[in-house]
């Protein structure tokens, strides 16, 4: 109770000190003003006037109403009750002109109910540090980034949920392979007359350790993301980006499918009922898809295309791996393939209301000599309202399936729907 009150009571301070603050150079705002947003701006649009600390936050709260079944009948019964709430703190500096830091906090979230550490990162956007001036010319189109943080790999991680920062996302849930992960990374990006360029390199852990053993072989990750993003008169705009992702170390690689470390956003689902010895299956991360290949290459292609207040953006994404550790064995090579498409039409004076529709599936073979693919599909109809710019109040029915013969045990016949609700502050 005393940790409850003093999260609640650091974030009615922070929200009194957040209304006071100006805004921070080349920085994503934290509200409805920040959705359709990707890399940060170019523009130099914010005056450095010293140090300057900006503390947020994000709260998210979910009324999940959900049934499921499968062809053993051995799930748990759902009801329609609260999840528990998530929370995270922000903080953002303006350390000097064109550098800023970026810190995030998780107070509480479906996996970990204690307070740590996403991650953190410096960006840079001027070199004047060094001297006055310096590679001003090169700075003006590019961005160095270095942390322990989310890294850029496709334009997904942009629109998704990150715990309890559900503002930009126009539904509850997140993708079925949603590629997102926190690791020691570096990267570079280059913005020029609407086209883009980044690349990156990851040391490929999520969980950070210098002991080498017999079972450690960690490689680097790399990645590199191309495409443009153009206004077309002022009402079009169109985006087509494609990103590449590859790792091939044994024990490094693994996290991209799986770095999100908070948990599922459809709580408890695909959790059986205790057997004949008391034992369950099912864990906080239900409802997503992880390929789990230990050596790894990723593609995504990203379409988004917005006219006035009809959005669509679109995935098309390839995993290819192997879990092969061992010379000797064969087989071992696997693919899977993520299609999306969501479409979201926003209106209203402030564009404060949408209704959006996303269909997803994701289809492949965790082996070559596999007979059959395993296949899951989900369906996304939302509905939201901005009440102002940080507080948006959403509702969404969600239909998800395990599909064919090759899911075993309780994946055979797998299904879940019904209806959240969810109401989200980002400031």
Known sequence: ????????????????????????????????????????????????????????????????????????????????????????????????????MHLKLYLSSQHHEETWVKGGHIQLDKLDFISPGFLEELMKYTTITIGLDEFNYGDAHFRRTDNARAIYNPFVGNYIMDSFSTEAFGEITVQKNGLLLVAGITNGKLNQSVIVNETTSNKLSFYAKLGFDEMIGSDLRLRLTGSVYTNHGTSTGTYLYGGDRTGSRYYNVLHTIPDADGLTQGGAFEGRFNPRFKKLTALQINPFIKYKGIEFFGIFERALGSNKTIEAIEDTEGDFTQLAGELVYRFGQQQQFFIAGRYNTVKGKALESDTEDLDINRLNLGAGWFLSKNIVLKAEYVDQNYKGDAWTGRFAGAQFDGVNLEAAISF
């Open 1 to 100: 109770m005393i940790k409850y009150i003093l999260t609640l009571s650091a974030f009615m301070i922070a929200f009194i000190a957040t209304a006071q603050q100006k805004n921070l150079q080349y920085f994503r705002p934290n509200s409805q003003l920040g959705l359709h947003v990707f890399e940060t701006s170019k523009e130099d649009t914010v005056a450095f006037e010293g140090v300057r600390v900006r503390v947020g936050g994000d709260f998210a709260m979910q009324f999940q109403s959900l049934d499921q079944r499968n062809d053993a009948n051995n799930l748990v019964e759902l009801g329609s009750d609260f999840n528990l709430p998530s929370a995270n703190l922000n903080l953002d500096v303006q350390l000097i002109d064109g550098v800023r």
